[in-house]
């Protein structure tokens, strides 16, 4: 299947840092998405983006659609104690294909 | 953002015999809802393409009389697993794919997932 690389795996990260993760792959796609996973629920849509080059706010996150339609970043400013969780890209060709999740910890 | 729900939240049951998982898009209509398995600590895989009024489409792997999927209204998908066993005990979510503005602007909500044990 198509191959989204997510790096990083996990992070460890002390309160009020900020978080910077990415995904990767060698195919375009036309959307990509951001989740984030709390254990034993299901992904929450943090992001859209539909346009290359687009550059969306979120409160404290912000996330890019990348020129080369290859890649996306998500940043995480500030971090907080309830940013814990699993993050997840998706991209969007003729279907959806998830990256392989960031495990974001921050430590009080 | 739109919402998906998903009942039951958990169920546990005896191996052999079967268990119904609804999905339902609450305040928008989704002509395709997927179902996806997850293992601990793993990404999202796959299991299949619900359409409205049609067949499903299953991933390479997935046994459809195994995994029944039911997508008889624009709001609900059903996934059936049949004569459960131990190893089919896993999280299984739903999503549901949503046009924002445009054709081509989608994007998939998530139930919030069903745990699934299988004694």
């Known amino acids: 299947g198509q191959q989204l690389n997510q790096s990083p795996q996990s992070m460890f990260i002390q309160e009020g840092e900020d978080v910077s993760m990415n995904c990767t792959s060698s195919?375009?796609?036309?959307?990509w998405l951001w989740y984030k996973q709390d254990p034993g629920e299901g992904p929450v849509l943090l992001i859209a983006?539909?346009?290359?080059?687009e550059l969306t706010s979120n409160g404290r996150l912000t996330a890019q659609f990348g020129i080369t339609r290859k890649d996306s970043f998500l940043n995480i400013s500030a971090s907080i104690p309830s940013d814990v969780g699993i993050y997840f890209c998706?991209?969007?060709?003729?279907?959806?294909?998830f990256g392989t999740g960031t495990s974001l910890t921050v430590i009080p | 953002g739109a919402v998906v729900s998903q009942h039951p939240s958990r169920v546990i049951c005896k191996s052999g015999t079967s268990v119904k998982i609804e999905c339902r898009s609450l305040?928008?209509?989704?002509?395709?809802m997927f179902w996806y398995r997850q293992f601990p600590k793993q990404s999202l895989m796959l299991m299949a393409t619900?359409?409205?009024?049609?067949?499903?489409?299953?991933e390479q792997g997935v046994e459809k009389d195994k995994f029944l999927i039911n997508h008889a209204s624009l709001t609900l998908s059903t996934l059936t697993v049949t004569s459960a066993h131990p190893e089919d005990s896993s999280f299984y979510i739903c999503?549901?794919?949503?046009?924002?503005?445009?054709?081509?602007?989608?994007?998939?909500?998530f139930g919030p997932g069903t745990r699934l044990l299988v004694l």
């Open positions: 195919s375009i796609f036309n959307t």
């Open positions: 983006l539909y346009k290359a080059g």
């Open positions: 999503s549901a794919r949503d046009i924002v503005r445009l054709v081509g602007e989608e994007t998939q909500y």
């Open positions: 998706a991209g969007r060709r003729n279907q959806f294909y």
């Open positions: 305040d928008f209509q989704a002509t395709t």
């Open positions: 619900s359409n409205e009024g049609s067949k499903a489409t299953y």
